[in-house]
């Protein structure tokens, strides 16, 4: 796995082509966030994957909704987090309820 450092530059590369916000996932590594403000890291939750099907456009949803409500990117990539890592470990799309229980196990530290 390349650094946190080095995917953090490739992401501020995509913010410097027009991107608002790049999340990059690292499946079991964590994630990463990166904004013009900030980059933020989000620590692998433990848990056994059941299926990774959907786990990216899972992420992406539980990003894109929260962030359509509230404009605090940090905010919206824990439930963005939530949301990947929810279904990874669910053997179908993940509950609602089962997003809410992950979501309060999710860390994110800024970089």
């Known amino acids: 796995m390349k650094s946190l450092a080095a995917i953090e530059t490739y992401a501020r590369e995509l913010l410097a082509k ?3 916000n790049v999340i990059v996932s690292m ?4 994630a990463l966030l990166v904004t013009k403000e900030a980059a933020c890291f989000a620590k692998p939750i433990k848990g056994t994957v059941k299926n990774s099907v959907g786990a990216g456009d ?5 990003f894109t909704g929260q962030y359509a409500n509230t404009h605090d990117a940090v905010e919206a990539f824990k439930w963005g987090v939530a949301c990947g ?3 990874t470990f669910s053997d179908d799309l993940a509950t609602a309820e089962y997003i809410n229980d992950i ?7 800024k970089l």
Not at 103 to 109: A, H, P, R, S
């Open 103 to 109: 979501y309060e196990k999710v860390e994110v530290e």
């Open 85 to 87: 890592t929810a279904t």
């Open 27 to 30: 499946a079991g590594d964590g």
């Open 58 to 62: 899972s992420m992406v949803a539980g």
């Open 18 to 20: 027009g991107a608002q």
